[in-house]
């Protein structure tokens, strides 16, 4: 530890400590722009000049390192001189634009501009003019005139989203920040940039003009997307949400979140919103009071149950619904004699059911990923399906951490990898069963009976080899493995892996409340997700999905709805598909008009409020399900706050669920039959099309990850089939078919083919990875 003493204050800090870092420790403020606690150090503002004793000059507090013994003045007379001079540099050419800046009221500048800038400017030159740029639908470079230099945006770019977006080209006076020629920001964690811009330079192209920062009431929330549970400000301005920011929190989503959670917030103002609950008479919609709805499901439900018993009635909530939502939606059907309650729509193994030894979770704590010495990712969209995971993966590796993949495709992760194994999907089951072989040779270990055939490569070598040195390696099965038909297969060989390796194993979770899902019991006691729809009932109950784009296999779902005698929509949107197969429309808070519970994918609970009312005639989804539990006489429906219902569920206080656990009981290690000839399909979940929410704001769907699905085959597979790059093609699955235009992707595993699920385009398709056909169109 080195002693130090700033504005006579003394402090010990670490070796390779920087003076900024001192500062920050005793509680000194030292003005700055280009610093930044996530950030490599860059030096470029100067904004940070203090004092040093036996310095010859001012030295930039967040490039000096502490020496031991070492005084600083942050405040002395020659100290404020330097910064008073660098902010007179600063505001040279800046334009005298604040009565029209978006950024006016929360700008590092202008604030500091009061206490060190000077009361006229001496420069009467004429100011130097920067034109503006265009880079995507979600960041607006149109004002770069403000643009101080300080690189915050270039080095997000590289260090954070992993991909340099923004460069600075040119040299002194002619410096500015710019795309690669004619590229725009695409990242999925770029509007970032937006918050750490010290000035008005980049701001929020949806946000714009819209309002004032002083206009705009700050509240908490969590965010109901990934699973990571990021925590949020949401600020409202006349119960309209207005804007999405990050609200620190170093253990979860740091200060960070993704576009998708940022701008998302858009379909809140939808024309799509369902304000009142509507329900169909003699084939035509009318709305309705909440009463007469509420009797009509009761009325319908109650009458199917009693003709056709409890199990002609099922029930399907969407994986983002609160604990306190899905919970009470158990109850409802619980009590009308049905234990045919899922909330796993893209699920389509089963075979882990009532097998699990506890809640299935992460396996660490978010915040442990850094320290990890090996990490090993199976089967996951990682970049897309969770971006701020994928970013402390990006950071961890850049320091020691060895991270691999097996993947069902080639994308660039923008992650420093040890190794990557592409396979389809249906081999990867045998891929991970390789490493388990490769790991139990390794080790000198026997190898797992039923494994004994199967052929190791050097790339399974690589990631067991990785797994068994060090100290902490972890194993997560991403959103495909969990999604696939070997589901319970691959849990069972990475749970043999960690055996072997010493690593823990874990789900990366697919939804805010996947872990919270199986929390509250939302799961079935007799039919699940699949089973409900394969063997059709009589009513169905949908909260918060959408099954054209939620399920695993919407053929199947739609069919079974379309013959059923009464299908129940709860839903914050309007849908238009679903006018035709539901009886009836009951319209529910998204998550800023309710207050709910999420678990994350570590287990950690994390309440929130509702932060504007809710609109029109929408009710929050718990309060519906208490209502119709009392018009069906159900008991136990008597709750009058949703944290009744949480603390029933979850215990009061608790920061983390109890009884996490990943391991499966009376589940042995095997392998399917090999796979038969054809093609597969590879169906990811575009991340700007992965909820109802995100599938309504409009920014968001301008964005290249908002385009339409294409047909994405590698050279090879597409040769053999006659399709050339381009052209139009005719996919199938079943009874379904879309006209597609093919892309040569060599990303893509031979044999296979990659079409998004969850897209109006692919909407009438089947199974997310099942048999599919392509022909010429």
């Known amino acids: 530890m080195l002693e130090i003493e700033i504005d006579g204050k003394k402090a010990q800090v670490p070796d390779g400590s920087t003076v900024m870092d001192a500062a920050q420790q005793v509680g000194v403020y030292i003005p700055h722009f280009c610093y930044h606690k996530k950030l490599s150090i860059a030096a470029n503002c100067r904004m940070c000049l203090v004092q040093v004793e036996k310095a010859p000059k001012p030295l930039p507090a967040c490039a000096t390192p502490v020496t031991n013994g070492m005084k600083v003045f942050t405040h002395s007379d020659l100290a404020v001189k330097a910064q008073k001079g660098v902010m007179e540099f600063l505001l040279i050419n800046h334009p005298l634009d604040c009565p029209i800046c978006d950024q006016g009221g929360e700008c590092q500048l202008q604030d500091m501009s009061v206490g060190y800038g000077p009361m006229k400017s001496r420069y009467t030159e004429e ?16 004002e770069m005139s403000r643009c101080i230099h300080c690189t915050r945006c270039v080095r997000f770019g590289q260090e954070i989203a992993g991909i340099m977006e923004l460069g600075m080209a040119n040299r002194n006076m002619h410096s500015e920040i710019m795309t690669f020629v004619g590229r725009s920001v695409d990242s999925e964690l770029s509007g970032n940039m937006i918050d750490l811009c010290p000035v008005g330079a980049l701001t929020s192209k949806p946000f714009r003009y819209t309002a004032r920062s002083w206009e705009l009431q700050r509240r908490k929330s969590v965010s109901p997307h990934d699973s990571v549970g990021a925590n949020l400000v949401v600020q409202v301005k006349h119960d309209n949400v207005m804007r999405v920011l990050p609200r620190e929190n170093e253990s979860v989503n740091e200060c960070w979140i993704s576009d998708k ?25 009318k709305e309705c009071d909440w009463n007469v709805a509420l009797d009509y499901v009761a009325h319908g439900l109650k009458d199917i149950a009693r003709d056709h018993g409890g199990d002609a009635v099922a029930a399907l ?11 009470l939606l158990g109850k409802v059907m619980k009590g009308l004699g049905s234990g045919n309650i899922d909330f796993r729509p893209r699920q389509s193994d089963f075979g882990s059911d009532f097998k699990r030894a506890g809640t299935p979770w992460l396996g660490l704590k ?14 996951s969209f990682l970049r897309k399906d969770h971006p701020l995971i994928a970013q402390r993966l990006r950071q ?40 388990v072989k490769a790991a139990a040779e390794a080790k000198g270990s026997a190898v797992p009976a039923g494994l004994e055939t199967v052929a190791v490569c050097a790339e399974s070598r690589q990631i067991a080899q990785s797994l068994i040195e060090g100290e902490k390696r972890a194993i997560f099965l991403g959103n495909v493995a969990t999604q696939s038909d070997d589901a319970t297969r691959l849990h069972a060989l990475a749970l043999e892996l960690g055996k072997l390796t010493g690593a823990t194993v874990g789900f990366l979770g697919e939804a805010a409340n996947t872990v919270g899902g199986h929390v509250a019991w939302a799961l079935p006691s007799n039919a699940n997700a699949r089973t409900m729809f394969e063997q059709p009932r009589k009513a169905y109950v949908l909260m918060g999905i959408e099954p054209e784009f939620d399920v695993a296999n919407p053929q199947l779902v739609l069919g079974a709805l379309k013959q059923a005698n009464m299908v129940v929509f709860m ?90 656990s990943n391991d499966l009981n009376g589940v042995a290690v095997s392998l399917p039959a090999a796979a038969s000839g054809g093609l597969q399909r590879i169906a990811d979940v575009p991340i700007h099309f992965a909820d109802p929410m995100a599938r309504r704001a409009p920014a968001l769907q301008q964005t290249v990850d908002g385009k339409a699905p294409v047909a ?3 050279g090879d597979t597409a040769a053999r089939l006659g399709i050339a790059d381009g052209s139009q093609v005719r996919v199938v699955q079943g009874q379904g078919a879309a006209v597609l235009a093919a892309k040569i992707d060599n990303n893509v595993p031979a044999g296979c083919v990659r079409v998004s699920a969850a897209h109006a385009t692919t909407a009438a398709l089947g199974a997310m990875f099942g048999q599919i056909t392509v022909e010429r169109a």
């Not at 909530?317 to 919970?327: D, G, K, L, Q, R």
């Not at 978010?366 to 990490?375: C, G, R």
């Not at 923008?414 to 069963?433: D, G, N, Y």
């Open 366 to 379: 978010l915040s442990e990923i850094k320290d990890l010495d090996a990490a090993l990712v199976v089967g």
């Open 571 to 660: 839903s914050a949107f309007k849908h238009a598909p679903a006018l035709e197969y539901a009886d009836v429309m009951l319209p529910i808070s998204p998550y800023t008009e309710t207050a709910g519970t999420f678990v994350n994918t570590e287990g950690r609970i994390q309440g929130f409020n509702g932060v504007v009312k809710p609109r029109g005639e929408t009710r929050p989804a718990w309060k519906v399900l208490r209502v119709l539990g009392n018009v069906l006489n159900l008991d136990g429906f008597g709750y009058e706050s949703s944290e009744q219902i949480r603390d029933e569920v979850l215990g009061k206080g608790a920061e983390f669920v109890a009884n996490l």
């Open 712 to 714: 994405r085959l590698n």
């Open 261 to 285: 959670e940022r701008f998302s917030y858009q379909a809140l103002n939808s024309d799509e919103r369902l304000t009142k609950p509507m329900v169909k008479q003699g084939g035509e919609w």
């Open 127 to 142: 100011k130097h003019v920067v034109f503006h740029k265009s880079v995507g639908p979600l960041i607006s470079m149109e």
């Open 396 to 435: 961890a590796a850049k320091k020691y951490t060895k991270v691999s993949l097996l993947s069902v495709t080639g994308d660039d992760s923008l992650i420093k990898l040890h190794t990557q194994r592409v396979v389809a999907p249906s081999e990867l089951v045998f891929a991970l069963a390789a490493v």
């Open 317 to 327: 909530a969407a994986p983002n619904s609160t604990v306190e939502e899905m919970y």
